[in-house]
Structures are given as structure tokens and as C-alpha cells.
């Protein structure tokens, strides 16, 4: 049974850094790209970063291109996000999903379930950024 564990998120003023973690267990990790999602309340989830299934190819949302960073480590089964500059408008739950194509592809950053292998979700890790 996929289970998706999302770890990292606190409160953090503006300029400031946090480092999220996901790991997966239940399927074959490696065979799908990872997305970092966020979501606000009355808002739709929406992409902010993704990265292949070998780590080589990542893309960004233009929201965030410059400051924060997508890794992962497939022996761990484990995705990474480092935000850096972090501003109150990144204030959202963050989620990480696996996707069935390309990060260049029209799965993402626009969010599509039909896109998505996630039978299911984790419960997300919360960033809010505040002074």
C-alpha cells in the first residue's frame, strides 16, 4: 500500500530556509517522477518542483525558480525540497506526489490527478512564513 511521509515544515520568518522530506514506501519509487506540491485552504494543489526518475532533470514553477532546490535519493526512497528566500506567499501545506510522465510534460505544474500515480495522499507538512 503506497504510504507517503512528508516531514520538515515549521514556522520560519521571511528570507529565511526550511528543508522538507518525503519518503515513499509501497512502490517502486525510482520508476516515477516526484513533485513537491502545495495547497492553501480554498485553493487548488499546484506544483512547485519536480524531478526525474534518476535525479538528472528537475523543473521548477516560476514562483519559486531561483530559491528552492528538489533532490532525491532513491536508496532511500526519499524526496527533498530546500527553500531558501522564503516569502509569506509561500506560506501552504506541502505534499509530494509521483508522477506517471515527465516533469516536462503536461502534468506539471498545473496539478491533475489523472497525472498523478497517488492512490492516495500523505498528510503534508506545513510551512508558514511570518515575521
Known amino acids: 500500500q503506497l504510504q507517503l511521509a512528508e516531514s520538515g515544515g515549521g514556522l520560519v520568518q521571511p528570507g529565511g530556509s526550511l528543508r522538507l522530506s518525503c519518503h515513499v514506501s509501497?512502490?517502486?519509487?525510482?520508476?516515477?517522477?516526484a513533485v513537491w506540491l502545495r495547497q492553501v485552504p480554498g485553493k487548488e494543489r499546484e506544483g512547485v518542483a519536480c524531478?526525474?526518475?534518476?535525479?538528472?532533470?528537475?523543473n521548477y514553477a516560476d514562483p519559486v525558480k531561483g530559491r528552492l532546490a528538489i533532490s532525491r535519493d532513491n536508496a532511500k526512497n526519499t524526496v527533498y525540497l530546500q527553500m531558501n528566500s522564503l516569502k509569506p506567499e509561500d506560506t501552504a501545506v506541502y505534499y509530494c506526489?509521483?508522477?506517471?510522465?515527465?516533469?516536462?510534460?503536461?502534468?506539471?505544474?498545473?496539478?491533475?490527478?489523472?497525472?498523478?500515480?497517488?492512490?492516495?495522499w500523505g498528510q503534508g507538512t506545513q510551512v508558514t512564513v511570518s515575521s
Open positions: 524531478i526525474g526518475e534518476d535525479g538528472r532533470v528537475s
Open positions: 506526489g509521483l508522477l506517471t510522465g515527465p516533469c516536462n510534460g503536461p502534468g506539471f505544474p498545473g496539478y491533475n490527478e489523472y497525472y498523478y500515480a497517488n492512490t492516495r
Open positions: 509501497g512502490l517502486s519509487f525510482d520508476d516515477y517522477a
